[in-house]
């Protein structure tokens, strides 16, 4: 009888247990899936150190960076259904209004000029960096070969354009970059990046983040040109993430966690205080 007792109150205690770990929510510990889409510039962090940090907790990264303006577009049409999306807008993660759960933005950068050592005009930008030179009259120099995105796709491409009018006036802006979506200079931020890194492009326009997480050289445009007032990254978690419980670990990872470390080292600048966007569901 004693045994019966016995056996009977282990089953229960099993029972219980069971369904405890059934109604607890999964932790980072317990790993799963974790779906990103991302601003372009982060894609050397991403799909490298912060993917393997993710990796060494049992959570599987599938990350796609891109333009933030595309990616918002993908997810406002129900093209894609991401756990998360990391924008360099916030206007673009607000105007997703209910599909967004919450949001928050954390960092910021800088926009300016990323050039390698293959650049066969490396030491005139040398210059720029070291104040010899001015990044408007480096532009100017005949048979420059610029890369920079589409601003139609990337709020970066539209940065490009409104600092160069900032520095040379709408005509001489003409003149340095010729129309909007010039392919002769436009391309995925990605492509960019190899054809900086290889000189195939003498010089591009980056934010700071990417180009000293790819290891280029980089030069601040002057003053206002260099947007840092307006460049800044938002955090969203998606109100039908797939995986809701490691969105908020990837949230937290990202804001607060190891993964604050991994994108300093990179060039991000994290704000003192994470600003929560109010009413991420009002567009």
């Given amino acids: 009888m004693k045994t019966a007792r016995s056996l009977a109150a282990l089953a229960t205690s099993i029972v219980a247990g069971a369904l405890l770990f059934a109604l607890s929510p999964v932790s980072a510990q317990t790993g799963g899936v974790v779906s990103v889409l991302y601003a372009g510039s982060l894609v050397t ?10 990796a060494s907790k049992g959570i599987d990264f599938q990350g796609q960076g891109a333009g933030s303006k595309q990616l918002a577009n993908f997810i406002a049409s129900g093209i894609k259904n991401p756990d998360i999306f990391i924008s360099v807008d ?3 993660v607000v105007g997703l209004g209910p599909k967004v759960a919450s949001a928050e933005t954390f960092a910021g950068t800088s926009l300016g ?20 030179t001015t990044a408007l009259s480096a532009l100017q120099t005949p048979g420059l070969k610029i890369g920079r995105t589409d601003p139609k796709l990337d709020p970066k491409g539209e940065y490009t354009v409104d600092a160069v009018k900032m520095l040379a006036g709408a005509n001489g802006e003409q003149q340095i970059l010729g129309p909007d979506e010039n392919t002769m200079q436009t391309f995925p931020e990605e492509d960019l990046l190899a054809r900086v890194d290889v000189g195939e492009a ?34 969203a978690v998606m109100k039908a993430a797939p995986h809701p419980d490691q969105a908020k670990t990837f ?21 003192p205080t994470p600003r929560v966007l109010s009413s991420p569901s009002t567009p």
């Avoid at 790819?214 to 002057?222: D, E, H, Q, S």
Wanted: proline fraction near 5%; charged fraction near 25%; glycine fraction near 10%.
């Fill in 45 to 54: 962090p991403m799909e490298g150190p912060i993917k393997s940090a993710l």
């Fill in 90 to 92: 916030p206007k673009l």
């Fill in 113 to 132: 000029l990323g050039w390698s050592d293959k650049s066969k005009y490396a030491s005139l930008f040398e210059n720029v960096a070291a104040g010899k």
């Fill in 202 to 235: 003498d010089v591009g326009f980056f934010y700071k983040t990417e180009a000293v997480a790819r290891g280029l050289r980089f030069a601040a445009l002057p003053g206002a040109a260099a947007m840092s007032d307006k460049i800044t990254y938002t955090i």
């Fill in 251 to 271: 949230e937290n990872f990202i804001v607060t966690g190891d993964g604050k470390a991994i994108l300093e080292k990179a060039g991000i600048e994290y704000l």
